[in-house]
Nanobody, 122 residues
Framework: QVRLVESGGGLVQAGGSLRLSCAAS????????MGWFRQAPGKEREFVAT????????EYADSVKGRFTIERDNRKKMVYLQMNSLKPEDTAVYSC???????????????WGQGTQVTVSS
């Protein structure tokens, strides 16, 4: 059974940083791309970042380019999202997901985590 568990969310002031983690189990982690997504209250879920199975290729939403970095550790079956220079508009529930890169960018995934809340105060 595929399981994705996010952690690391919290409350941070604008300009601050957070590092989100996603622990994966129940599938062959090092053969799938991983992605991070977010959903703010009253808004649709949106793509944030994705990383290839090897970690050699990444894609980011324009809104987070230069501020967020996605990484993975295939030995630990973990994917991370380092978020710097946070803005109030980054406030959302952040979820990780697994699938293929091109489909993840289109919000199509094999499985989703439950999410972790990130709140950025002004």
């Amino acid at each position: 059974q595929v399981r994705l568990v996010e952690s690391g969310g919290g409350l941070v002031q604008a300009g601050g940083s957070l590092r989100l983690s996603c622990a994966a189990s129940g599938f062959t982690f090092n053969t799938y791309a991983m992605g991070w997504f977010r959903q703010a209250p009253g808004k649709e879920r949106e793509f944030v970042a994705t990383i290839s199975w090897s970690g050699g290729s990444t894609e980011y939403a324009d809104s987070v380019k230069g501020r967020f970095t996605i990484e993975r550790d295939n030995r630990k079956k973990m994917v991370y999202l380092q978020m710097n220079s946070l803005k109030p508009e980054d406030t959302a529930v952040y979820s990780c997901a697994t699938g293929t890169m091109n489909l993840l960018i289109s919000l199509v995934a094999h499985a989703w985590g439950q999410g972790t809340q990130v709140t950025v105060s002004s």
